[in-house]
């Protein structure tokens, strides 16, 4: 079957954030319904991938409440909820015509559907995640390397804590304890800033330390951005806004708060495409 590479949230090759994407074939495996492979073999591609995401999709029969199965796989884990891994595939599917308009992903966290728009974009239409402020955890800001000004559960989807620091700089400027970090939380923690100067193009910046998953730090997070939307949302007064990812690779992220859910709207670009032999 046809492997891709695919740089999410990025309309350049070698930004962004890259996700393995494989479209699972019709007799792979000889099933009916359609199903996926073993989860060993799953966890394996996703490994030998090594990137943080690799996305298994296969088609459902016509009719139903979605159009594609989509499952992701870190290299330790299969995650709830992946942004970026999904951009990648919808991309996939609109550009090698395997689907036209907009396409419903059947996946852990419910329907999620990946509109194209006439520029190359795509938006996704994620749950938004539920905020809840928490008290500052011990030691959480020895191991980040900066005093938290706000701390925010994101619920059971996203499993990260936001920690809201003083400013854009000292999001740059962080160089956490991973280790220490995996105590905080199930997946990792959101560390995020106001923009410095929005006249650039975005509104807030934001890094992500995921080490519970084997992601020391993600490029770029959609996942994250259900969170970072109302967060910053609420604080800046707009639904609409832009955030920067700002890891070495960096990425764009549009988000746009309606209620229950987010859209995150981003582009794509295919770096790599191979056959898997294995």
Same mark, same amino acid.
């Given at each position: 079957?046809?492997?891709?590479?695919?740089? %999410? @949230?990025?309309? *350049?090759?070698? /930004? =962004?954030?890259?996700?393995?994407?494989?479209?699972?074939?019709?007799?792979?495996?000889?099933?009916?319904?359609?199903?996926?492979?073993?989860?060993?073999?799953?966890?394996?591609?996703?490994?030998?991938?090594?990137?943080?995401?690799? %996305? @298994?999709?296969? *088609?459902?029969? /016509? =009719?139903g409440e979605a159009d594609w199965a989509l499952r992701w796989f870190t290299?330790?884990?299969?995650?709830?909820?992946?942004?970026?891994?999904?951009l990648a595939t919808a991309h996939v599917l609109h550009t090698t015509g395997a689907h036209e308009g907009p396409v419903r992903f059947a996946t852990r966290s419910g329907v999620l559907i990946a509109t194209p728009h006439d520029d190359g974009s795509l938006t996704l239409d994620f749950p938004t995640a539920p905020l809840t402020a928490v008290e500052v955890p011990d030691g959480v800001a020895e191991a980040l390397g900066a005093e938290p000004l706000a701390v925010l559960d994101t619920g059971p989807n996203v499993g990260d804590l936001i920690i809201e620091v003083a400013d854009e700089k000292t999001v740059r400027g962080l160089t956490p304890?991973?280790?220490?970090?995996?105590?905080?939380?199930?997946?990792?923690?959101?560390?995020?800033?106001?923009?410095?100067?929005?006249?650039?193009?975005?509104?807030?910046?934001?890094?992500?330390?995921?080490?519970?998953?084997?992601?020391?730090?993600?490029?770029?997070?959609?996942?994250?951005?259900?969170?970072?939307?109302?967060?910053?949302s609420e604080r800046l007064g707009r639904p609409a806004l832009t955030g920067l990812q700002a890891s070495a690779r960096s990425g764009l992220v549009r988000t746009e708060l309606r209620g229950a859910r987010t859209h995150l709207t981003g582009n794509a670009v295919t770096v790599i495409e191979g056959e898997l032999l294995a």
């Open positions: 079957m046809r492997i891709r590479i695919v740089d %999410a @949230f990025t309309d *350049r090759p070698f /930004a =962004g954030n890259p996700a393995g994407v494989l479209l699972l074939g019709p007799s792979t495996p000889p099933a009916s319904p359609p199903s996926f492979p073993d989860d060993t073999w799953l966890q394996n591609v996703a490994v030998e991938v090594n990137h943080a995401e690799t %996305a @298994f999709a296969h *088609r459902l029969p /016509a =009719g290299p330790v884990a299969e995650v709830a909820m992946c942004g970026h891994a999904t304890d991973h280790r220490a970090l995996t105590r905080y939380s199930e997946r990792g923690i959101i560390a995020t800033a106001r923009a410095e100067d929005p006249s650039r193009g975005y509104d807030f910046v934001s890094r992500c330390f995921f080490p519970n998953i084997g992601i020391d730090e993600d490029p770029v997070t959609g996942s994250a951005h259900t969170a970072l939307a109302p967060f910053w």
